[in-house]
Nanobody
Framework: QVQLVESGGGLVQPGGSLRLSCAASGTIFSIAVAGWYRQAPGKQRELVATTNSGGSTNYADSVKGRFTISRDNAKNTVYLQMNSLKPEDTAVYYC?????????WGQGTQVTVSS
């Protein structure tokens, strides 16, 4: 069983930055696909960014050029650096770690972008 602990959410003004962290327990992290998803009120959960074991990354079009996903396998941690935040980025952000056939989710961290 893998447990994920997220941190780094909060309230930020438009144009500001936040860095989310997700620490994973267990020994599978280095071979896992790790990513971030988000869910805004009244909307479905959507992909934000993922990174695989080789370090390749994938981003939603809406965050390209503003968000950066990275991982530290030695610390079993995946990060999401969010810059130039917009009000439409407001959502609960969830960490996800996948090693087929299993997938694990964090508890979510609230990000609110508002003046």
């Amino acid at each position: 069983q893998v447990q994920l602990v997220e941190s780094g959410g909060g309230l930020v003004q438009p144009g500001g930055s936040l860095r989310l962290s997700c620490a994973a327990s267990g020994t599978i992290f280095s071979i896992a696909v790790a990513g971030w998803y988000r869910q805004a009120p009244g909307k479905q959960r959507e992909l934000v960014a993922t990174t695989n074991s080789g370090g390749s990354t994938n981003y939603a079009d809406s965050v390209k050029g503003r968000f950066t996903i990275s991982r530290d396998n030695a610390k079993n941690t995946v990060y999401l650096q969010m810059n130039s935040l917009k009000p439409e980025d407001t959502a609960v952000y969830y960490c996800n770690v996948r090693v087929w056939p299993s997938a694990y989710w964090g508890q979510g961290t609230q990000v609110t972008v508002s003046s």
